[in-house]
């Protein structure tokens, strides 16, 4: 069994399929409305995938615990500009239901990884035992 990569962490990808989902969204508005509230909306939703790697990345789990709880945040983030989204019309009330529901679910299901991550022994921890 070979190491595993970020792409095999279930999280991470649910996580880059819903920020492509709401970059598809946010495309199609002005440039007005991708200045005043796009950017910042695709730059939080990016982050929680972005940080879910970075922590995956780390020699230690308690590093990977803290990125992901930068991209707990990042989410959490994004719950609120998807919502001054949907108040300020950019996005139809149903459509702005269905996405925040995604990233509830993607909220529990991180809060869940989180815990799984627990105390954990570094990567290679085997690597370091001695005889």
């Not at 508005?29 to 910042?40: C, H, M, R």
């Not at 709880?69 to 983030?77: D, M, W």
Request: aromatic fraction near 10%; proline fraction near 2%.
């Amino acid at each position: 069994m070979g190491m595993k990569t970020i792409n095999d962490l279930e999280i991470y990808r649910e996580a880059m399929r819903l920020a492509e989902s709401l970059w598809n969204v946010v495309s199609e508005w002005t440039q007005f409305d991708k200045n005043a509230v796009g950017s910042q909306i695709v730059r939080a939703a990016d982050s929680i995938a972005a940080n879910i790697a970075e922590g995956y990345g780390r020699f230690h789990y308690k590093e990977n615990k803290k990125h992901c709880y930068y991209a707990r945040g990042s989410l959490i983030e994004t719950l609120c500009f998807l919502e001054k989204s949907a108040k300020r019309d950019l996005i139809p009330k149903d459509q702005a239901r269905a996405i925040y529901h995604d990233f509830e679910t993607l909220l529990k299901r991180l809060n869940a990884y989180i815990k799984s991550i627990g105390n954990q022994p570094s990567k290679d921890a085997e690597n370091d035992q001695t005889i």
